[in-house]
């Protein structure tokens, strides 16, 4: 936005004896380039003088600024995040070049907005690097990097099954919570759950143990636990 010491009406105002002739005026939003600007300015005598100068708009040098660091659930389902709003702030156009790198070894370079892509649980780091050739002609680079953490929320789905047991020898059968899961998942289905089974009124184990005097129809939890704690 223009600003300089003149009149921002078109003729004499207020008595100053100045009038704006061309150019834009005071407060015009201008593009890059070079405007001449002529004013004119009288005196109680009568006796006139005219100002022209030219005023040049150049870029200058860019500024990047990037989002601030932030946590994401993970998509329904799935075991990524998707980045949405993590495009630059501030570094666009201007004759710039903006590109991305990441922390993560699996996670491809590319240019100009980060956004879209899937983000691993854990914590990333973002790293745009703007780069631009300056008013001298040089080329300069400089990067700014922020944090993109990705959150697991989600529960796992716990699947169990009816099972029948015989009581052995000695009066006693072990239930395992291998044979009473029927297929428990979670959305990362990569990692391990933990799994336990619980009679009423005990703590969760990987296993119990009945005896003659529970035979009949009992209640029995199973219980899925994911890495994040979920």
Do not use: W
């Amino acid at each position: 936005i223009l600003s300089y010491i003149g009149s921002s009406e078109d003729g004499i105002t207020g008595g100053t004896g100045v009038m704006h002739l061309s150019g834009p005026q005071p407060g015009t939003t201008l593009d890059v380039g070079t405007y001449p600007i002529e004013y004119r300015a009288e005196a109680c005598n009568g006796e006139t003088t005219l100002c022209t100068f030219f005023l040049k708009i150049d870029a200058g040098d860019p500024f990047l600024i990037v989002p601030e660091s932030i946590s994401l659930p993970m998509d329904a389902d799935d075991c990524v995040a998707t980045g949405t709003g993590l495009a630059p702030l501030s570094g666009f156009g201007c004759g710039t070049t903006i590109t991305y790198t990441t922390s993560d070894n699996d996670f491809p370079a590319g240019t100009g907005d980060v956004s879209g892509n899937p983000f691993k649980r854990g914590s990333t780091t973002v790293n745009y690097t703007m780069t631009y050739e300056n008013a001298s002609g040089t080329t300069l680079s400089t990067t700014e990097s922020f944090i993109v953490n990705v959150v697991d929320q989600q529960r796992p789905v716990a699947l169990c099954k009816d099972i029948e047991a015989r009581l052995g020898n000695d009066g006693t059968v072990e239930i395992t919570a291998a044979e009473f899961d029927s297929g428990s998942y979670d959305n990362c289905i990569q990692d391990n759950l933990t799994i336990t089974i619980q009679k009423p009124g005990e703590a969760p184990s990987n296993s119990v143990v009945y005896n003659c005097y529970e035979e009949g129809l009992n209640l029995l939890t199973l219980e899925v636990t994911d890495i994040s704690g979920n």
